[in-house]
């Protein structure tokens, strides 16, 4: 949902389903995101990344890893682009193992700094929900959030339910602990 008197984007979405869906381009342009996400302080910091700052060379690695665990059926990654440009993105993964396989989980979702506010979490949001039901026939997602950054209040809005926390189980910086807050969604 766009803040107040904020021009809203309307970002095109667009799946990456197989590591050929990725060239050269868009995976440098997945890096630059993340880079400045985390920089921002942002929450999407993979166990494979150093805390911040970090540098696209930091990150690429992590980005050659998703790219090459897409699978139609297994792990998806969602692209908000507006102009042709790279305006966010997030993982959908989902895992065939018969005890969870009606549900998906939410992985990485970011925007870049500068078009915060704007409505791209909200679209992409809405449209993973949307693959995950229609195209996976997923019955219900989930995902955890770093507490401390007014995610929780974002996922509220867009029908997410709190069902747990684990507390103080993200340590941002010493003495700086945080909730990882766990979150589902119905579809």
Do not use: K
Request: hydrophobic fraction near 45%.
């Amino acid at each position: 949902m766009p803040s107040r008197g904020v021009v809203p984007v309307v970002p095109e979405l667009v799946q990456l389903t197989t590591p050929r869906d990725v060239p050269p381009a868009t995976a440098r342009q997945l890096a630059d995101c993340w880079t400045a996400v985390v920089n921002a302080g942002g929450a999407v910091i993979a166990p494979e990344l150093p805390m911040p700052p970090v540098s696209a060379a930091d990150v690429a690695p992590a980005v050659d890893r998703l790219v090459r665990a897409l699978d139609p059926l297994r792990c998806r990654i969602l692209l908000a682009v507006d102009g042709g440009t790279l305006s966010g993105w997030l993982v959908l993964r989902h895992d065939p193992h018969p005890l969870v396989a009606h549900c998906g989980v939410v992985n990485h979702l970011q925007t870049l700094p500068g078009l915060r506010g704007r409505g791209i979490g909200s679209a992409l949001m809405t449209g993973v929900a949307d693959v995950a039901r229609d195209e996976l026939g997923l019955e219900r997602l989930q995902l955890s959030a770093r507490s401390g950054c007014g995610l929780e209040e974002f996922y509220r809005r867009l029908g997410w339910v709190e069902v747990g926390r684990w507390p103080g189980a993200l340590r941002v910086a010493p003495g700086d602990d945080r909730d990882d807050v766990l979150m589902s969604l119905t579809l």
